[in-house]
């Protein structure tokens, strides 16, 4: 009888034992398989959220400056093909207003020149050979004086006009037109620029 009851403790002990023993074990084991299925599953996610942000936001950054940087070359290339374009335009308008003007100016002074010549030539008493040649002399003299009056100041004005007037304005020109409007525009993009995250 003390036998079977000893037996039976044993059996009871070792029963017991061998149970929590074994099902510590596949508790840690289950335990450890699902923390590490876990936590594998929530660092996939949470890379995949965090990587995408971080594309994302160095995409928004990468296309704000590419487009920015774009936008100051183009307004620089335009304002330089501007400047040149209405430097050249301008040049050529001068060159026409010149001779336009020279061309006025010396039709007027030839008038004028004529004018004065035959009224000085036929306010003096001549002789009567000289009489009858003043006209002819006259009107030579004229035509000359007047010729020569006319291609000198046209000549002249033209190249000093249109060459300060061109080199000018196109000095003006480039300047105000590729310097001065993109300061503030280059200003204003760097600061968007520098403020982003």
Do not use: A
Not at 50 to 64: A, D, N, R
Not at 102 to 115: D, G, P, T
Not at 154 to 183: A, E, F, G, R
């Amino acid at each position: 009888m003390n036998i079977h009851i000893y037996l039976s403790i044993y059996l009871s002990i070792y029963l017991s034992i061998s149970v929590s023993i074994y099902l510590s074990i596949y508790l840690s084991i289950y335990l450890s398989i699902f923390f590490s299925v876990f936590r594998s599953i929530y660092l996939s996610i949470y890379l995949s959220i965090y990587l995408s942000i971080l594309v994302c936001e160095l995409s928004i950054y990468l296309s704000i400056s590419f487009c920015s940087y774009l936008s100051i070359y183009l307004i620089l290339l335009v304002s330089i093909y501007l400047s040149i374009y209405l430097s050249i335009y301008l040049s050529i308008l001068v060159c026409e207003l010149s001779i336009y003007l020279s061309i006025s100016f010396c039709s007027y002074l030839s008038i004028y020149l004529s004018i004065y010549l035959i009224l000085l030539v036929s306010i003096y008493p001549s002789i009567i050979y000289l009489s009858i040649y003043r006209p002819i002399l006259v009107c030579e003299l004229s035509i000359h004086l007047i010729l020569f009056i006319s291609i000198y100041l046209s000549i002249y004005l033209i190249l000093l006009v249109s060459i300060y007037l061109s080199i000018y304005l196109s000095i003006y020109l480039s300047i105000y037109l590729s310097i001065l409007p993109n300061t503030s525009l280059f200003i204003r993009l760097v600061r968007k620029i520098l403020s982003l995250p």
